[in-house]
């Protein structure tokens, strides 16, 4: 077969990009041997959806220091252990002279990225939308003196987001499966170099072309990983290998090979569980940023003192948030319907008005019987099970295969209709 030199980056037409692409994804990786994977077009939510498709992240408390000189990364704990004895084994390799110590990217698999946290890239994500919110919104607007409490600056936050869910998610649930998020996140990955994703050509002529390639592809099975088709520097656990499954048995993971056994449930978090808790903390959390930055409130009034109009300018305290306000005014029923609402939007299901409103009156009403938790996970159910992009056909530049436009937003019940 002629030799196929990728030479594909983000600055190529789309064309142009397209057919480069498919060469490298076709001919240039090899076909045969070690099981690899493909993030850009097979499986671009692996380590990020659980085997329901729930959006899911890495507990804290099973993620795991990789040992090393060089660097400080981390990874869940039985994926470092992995790592740790491909690593020995490729040092026992090269001291036996059968994998190659010089002229070598993969000599001594040099430790260069690891999991990147779900939780602060998600929390830096929502202070880019709030400061977006407040300075590009309210400010540009001349909403600031209009927004006089937190009522009022919540309904405008919430007509906001409204228009924008389809592209700018603001749930933990549906940031995790959007372009914003990363694959680090699942704390399945470990880099043994850097390049630039976007360009093809040093991803055969400096790691394909590596005399330690096939050697590393092999040992990587051997111990549970896959290599990246489209990063072959970065090794991805394949959760279904006997071998990842049994570094993971000190940690609970039981032996399933040819599934992820219970891999998300010893070491991962359904997201949705939390997602509620995080509107409250965010809308919370906003207002109170929104109140320092701008304390004062300017309400000007027309007057007339005798026979001249004067234009006079009253100002007054912006008030503080206010706990138990909060708390009597926005209920479980509130915040189900808020929730239920932007799920759809942020994925973009096509439904009714008067469809939307059975739906979210159905879970309001098991409210009583359930409680809020139990109704959260009923209305992410029903949220993936009607996601027009299942089992994620999905590429990295789009955020849906299929466009479709965001419903308008529907009317309700409460603040003008708007929820």
């Known amino acids: ?11 190529q037409s789309t064309e142009e990009t397209f057919i480069l692409r498919k060469l490298y994804k076709d001919r240039a990786f090899p076909t045969y041997g070690a099981k690899s994977i493909d993030f ?53 390799g090269m001291m036996a002279g059968n994998v190659a110590t010089k002229g070598s990217i993969y000599s001594g698999l040099p430790l260069r990225q690891g999991i990147e946290s779900a939780s602060n890239t998600y929390y830096n994500y929502l202070q880019i939308i709030n ?15 209009e927004t006089t409490d937190f009522d009022s600056f919540f309904l405008n936050y919430v007509r906001y987001l409204y228009d924008r869910a389809s592209f700018i998610p603001i749930t933990k649930s549906s940031f995790l499966t959007s372009r914003y998020a990363t694959p680090y996140m699942s704390g399945l990955m470990i880099e043994v170099g850097r390049n630039d994703h976007s360009i093809d050509q040093p991803k055969r002529e400096i790691y394909i072309e590596d005399p330690n390639f096939e050697v590393f592809r092999n040992t990587a099975q051997q111990y549970g990983f896959m290599v ?27 032996q399933a090979p040819g599934t992820a056994s219970n891999i998300f449930d010893t070491h991962y978090d359904r997201v949705y569980n939390d997602d509620i808790r995080n509107l409250k903390r965010f809308f919370k959390a906003s207002y109170e ?6 304390p004062i409130i300017s309400e000007q009034k027309l007057s007339v003192c005798g026979v001249t109009p004067s234009l006079d300018t009253n100002k007054k305290i ?59 996970s009923l209305v992410n159910d ?21 466009e479709r436009e965001a419903e308008t937003p529907a009317e309700t019940q409460q603040e003008n209709n708007l929820f």
């Open 289 to 294: 940023v929104f109140a320092q930055k701008y």
């Open 382 to 402: 029903k949220v993936v099970s009607m996601n027009p992009d299942r089992w994620w056909s999905w590429s990295p530049n789009s955020t849906s295969t299929v």
């Open 318 to 376: 912006r008030p503080s948030f206010n706990e138990d306000a909060f708390e009597n005014k926005y209920n479980d029923a509130f915040w189900i319907q808020l929730y239920y609402n932007l799920r759809m939007r942020e994925i973009k299901i096509p439904l009714t008005t008067p469809r939307r409103r059975v739906m979210i009156k159905e879970m309001v009403d098991l409210l009583p019987f359930l409680g809020l938790e139990r109704v959260a």
């Open 228 to 254: 990246d088709k489209n990063a072959p520097w970065r090794l991805t656990a394949d959760l279904s290998s006997p071998f990842m499954q049994r570094f993971g048995e000190p940690y609970g993971v039981e």
């Open 131 to 145: 400061d977006a919110f407040i300075s590009s919104y309210l400010d540009v607007n001349n909403k600031i003196n």
């Open 40 to 92: 850009w077009y097979e499986k671009p939510m692996y380590g990020r959806i659980d085997s329901q498709e729930n959006a899911v992240a890495p507990k804290s408390s099973m993620v795991k220091q990789i040992p090393s000189s060089e660097s400080s990364h981390f990874a869940l704990n039985f994926v470092t252990d992995a790592f740790i004895g491909m690593r020995n084994a490729f040092a026992k």
């Open 1 to 11: 077969m002629a030799q196929i030199v990728a030479r594909a980056t983000n600055q």
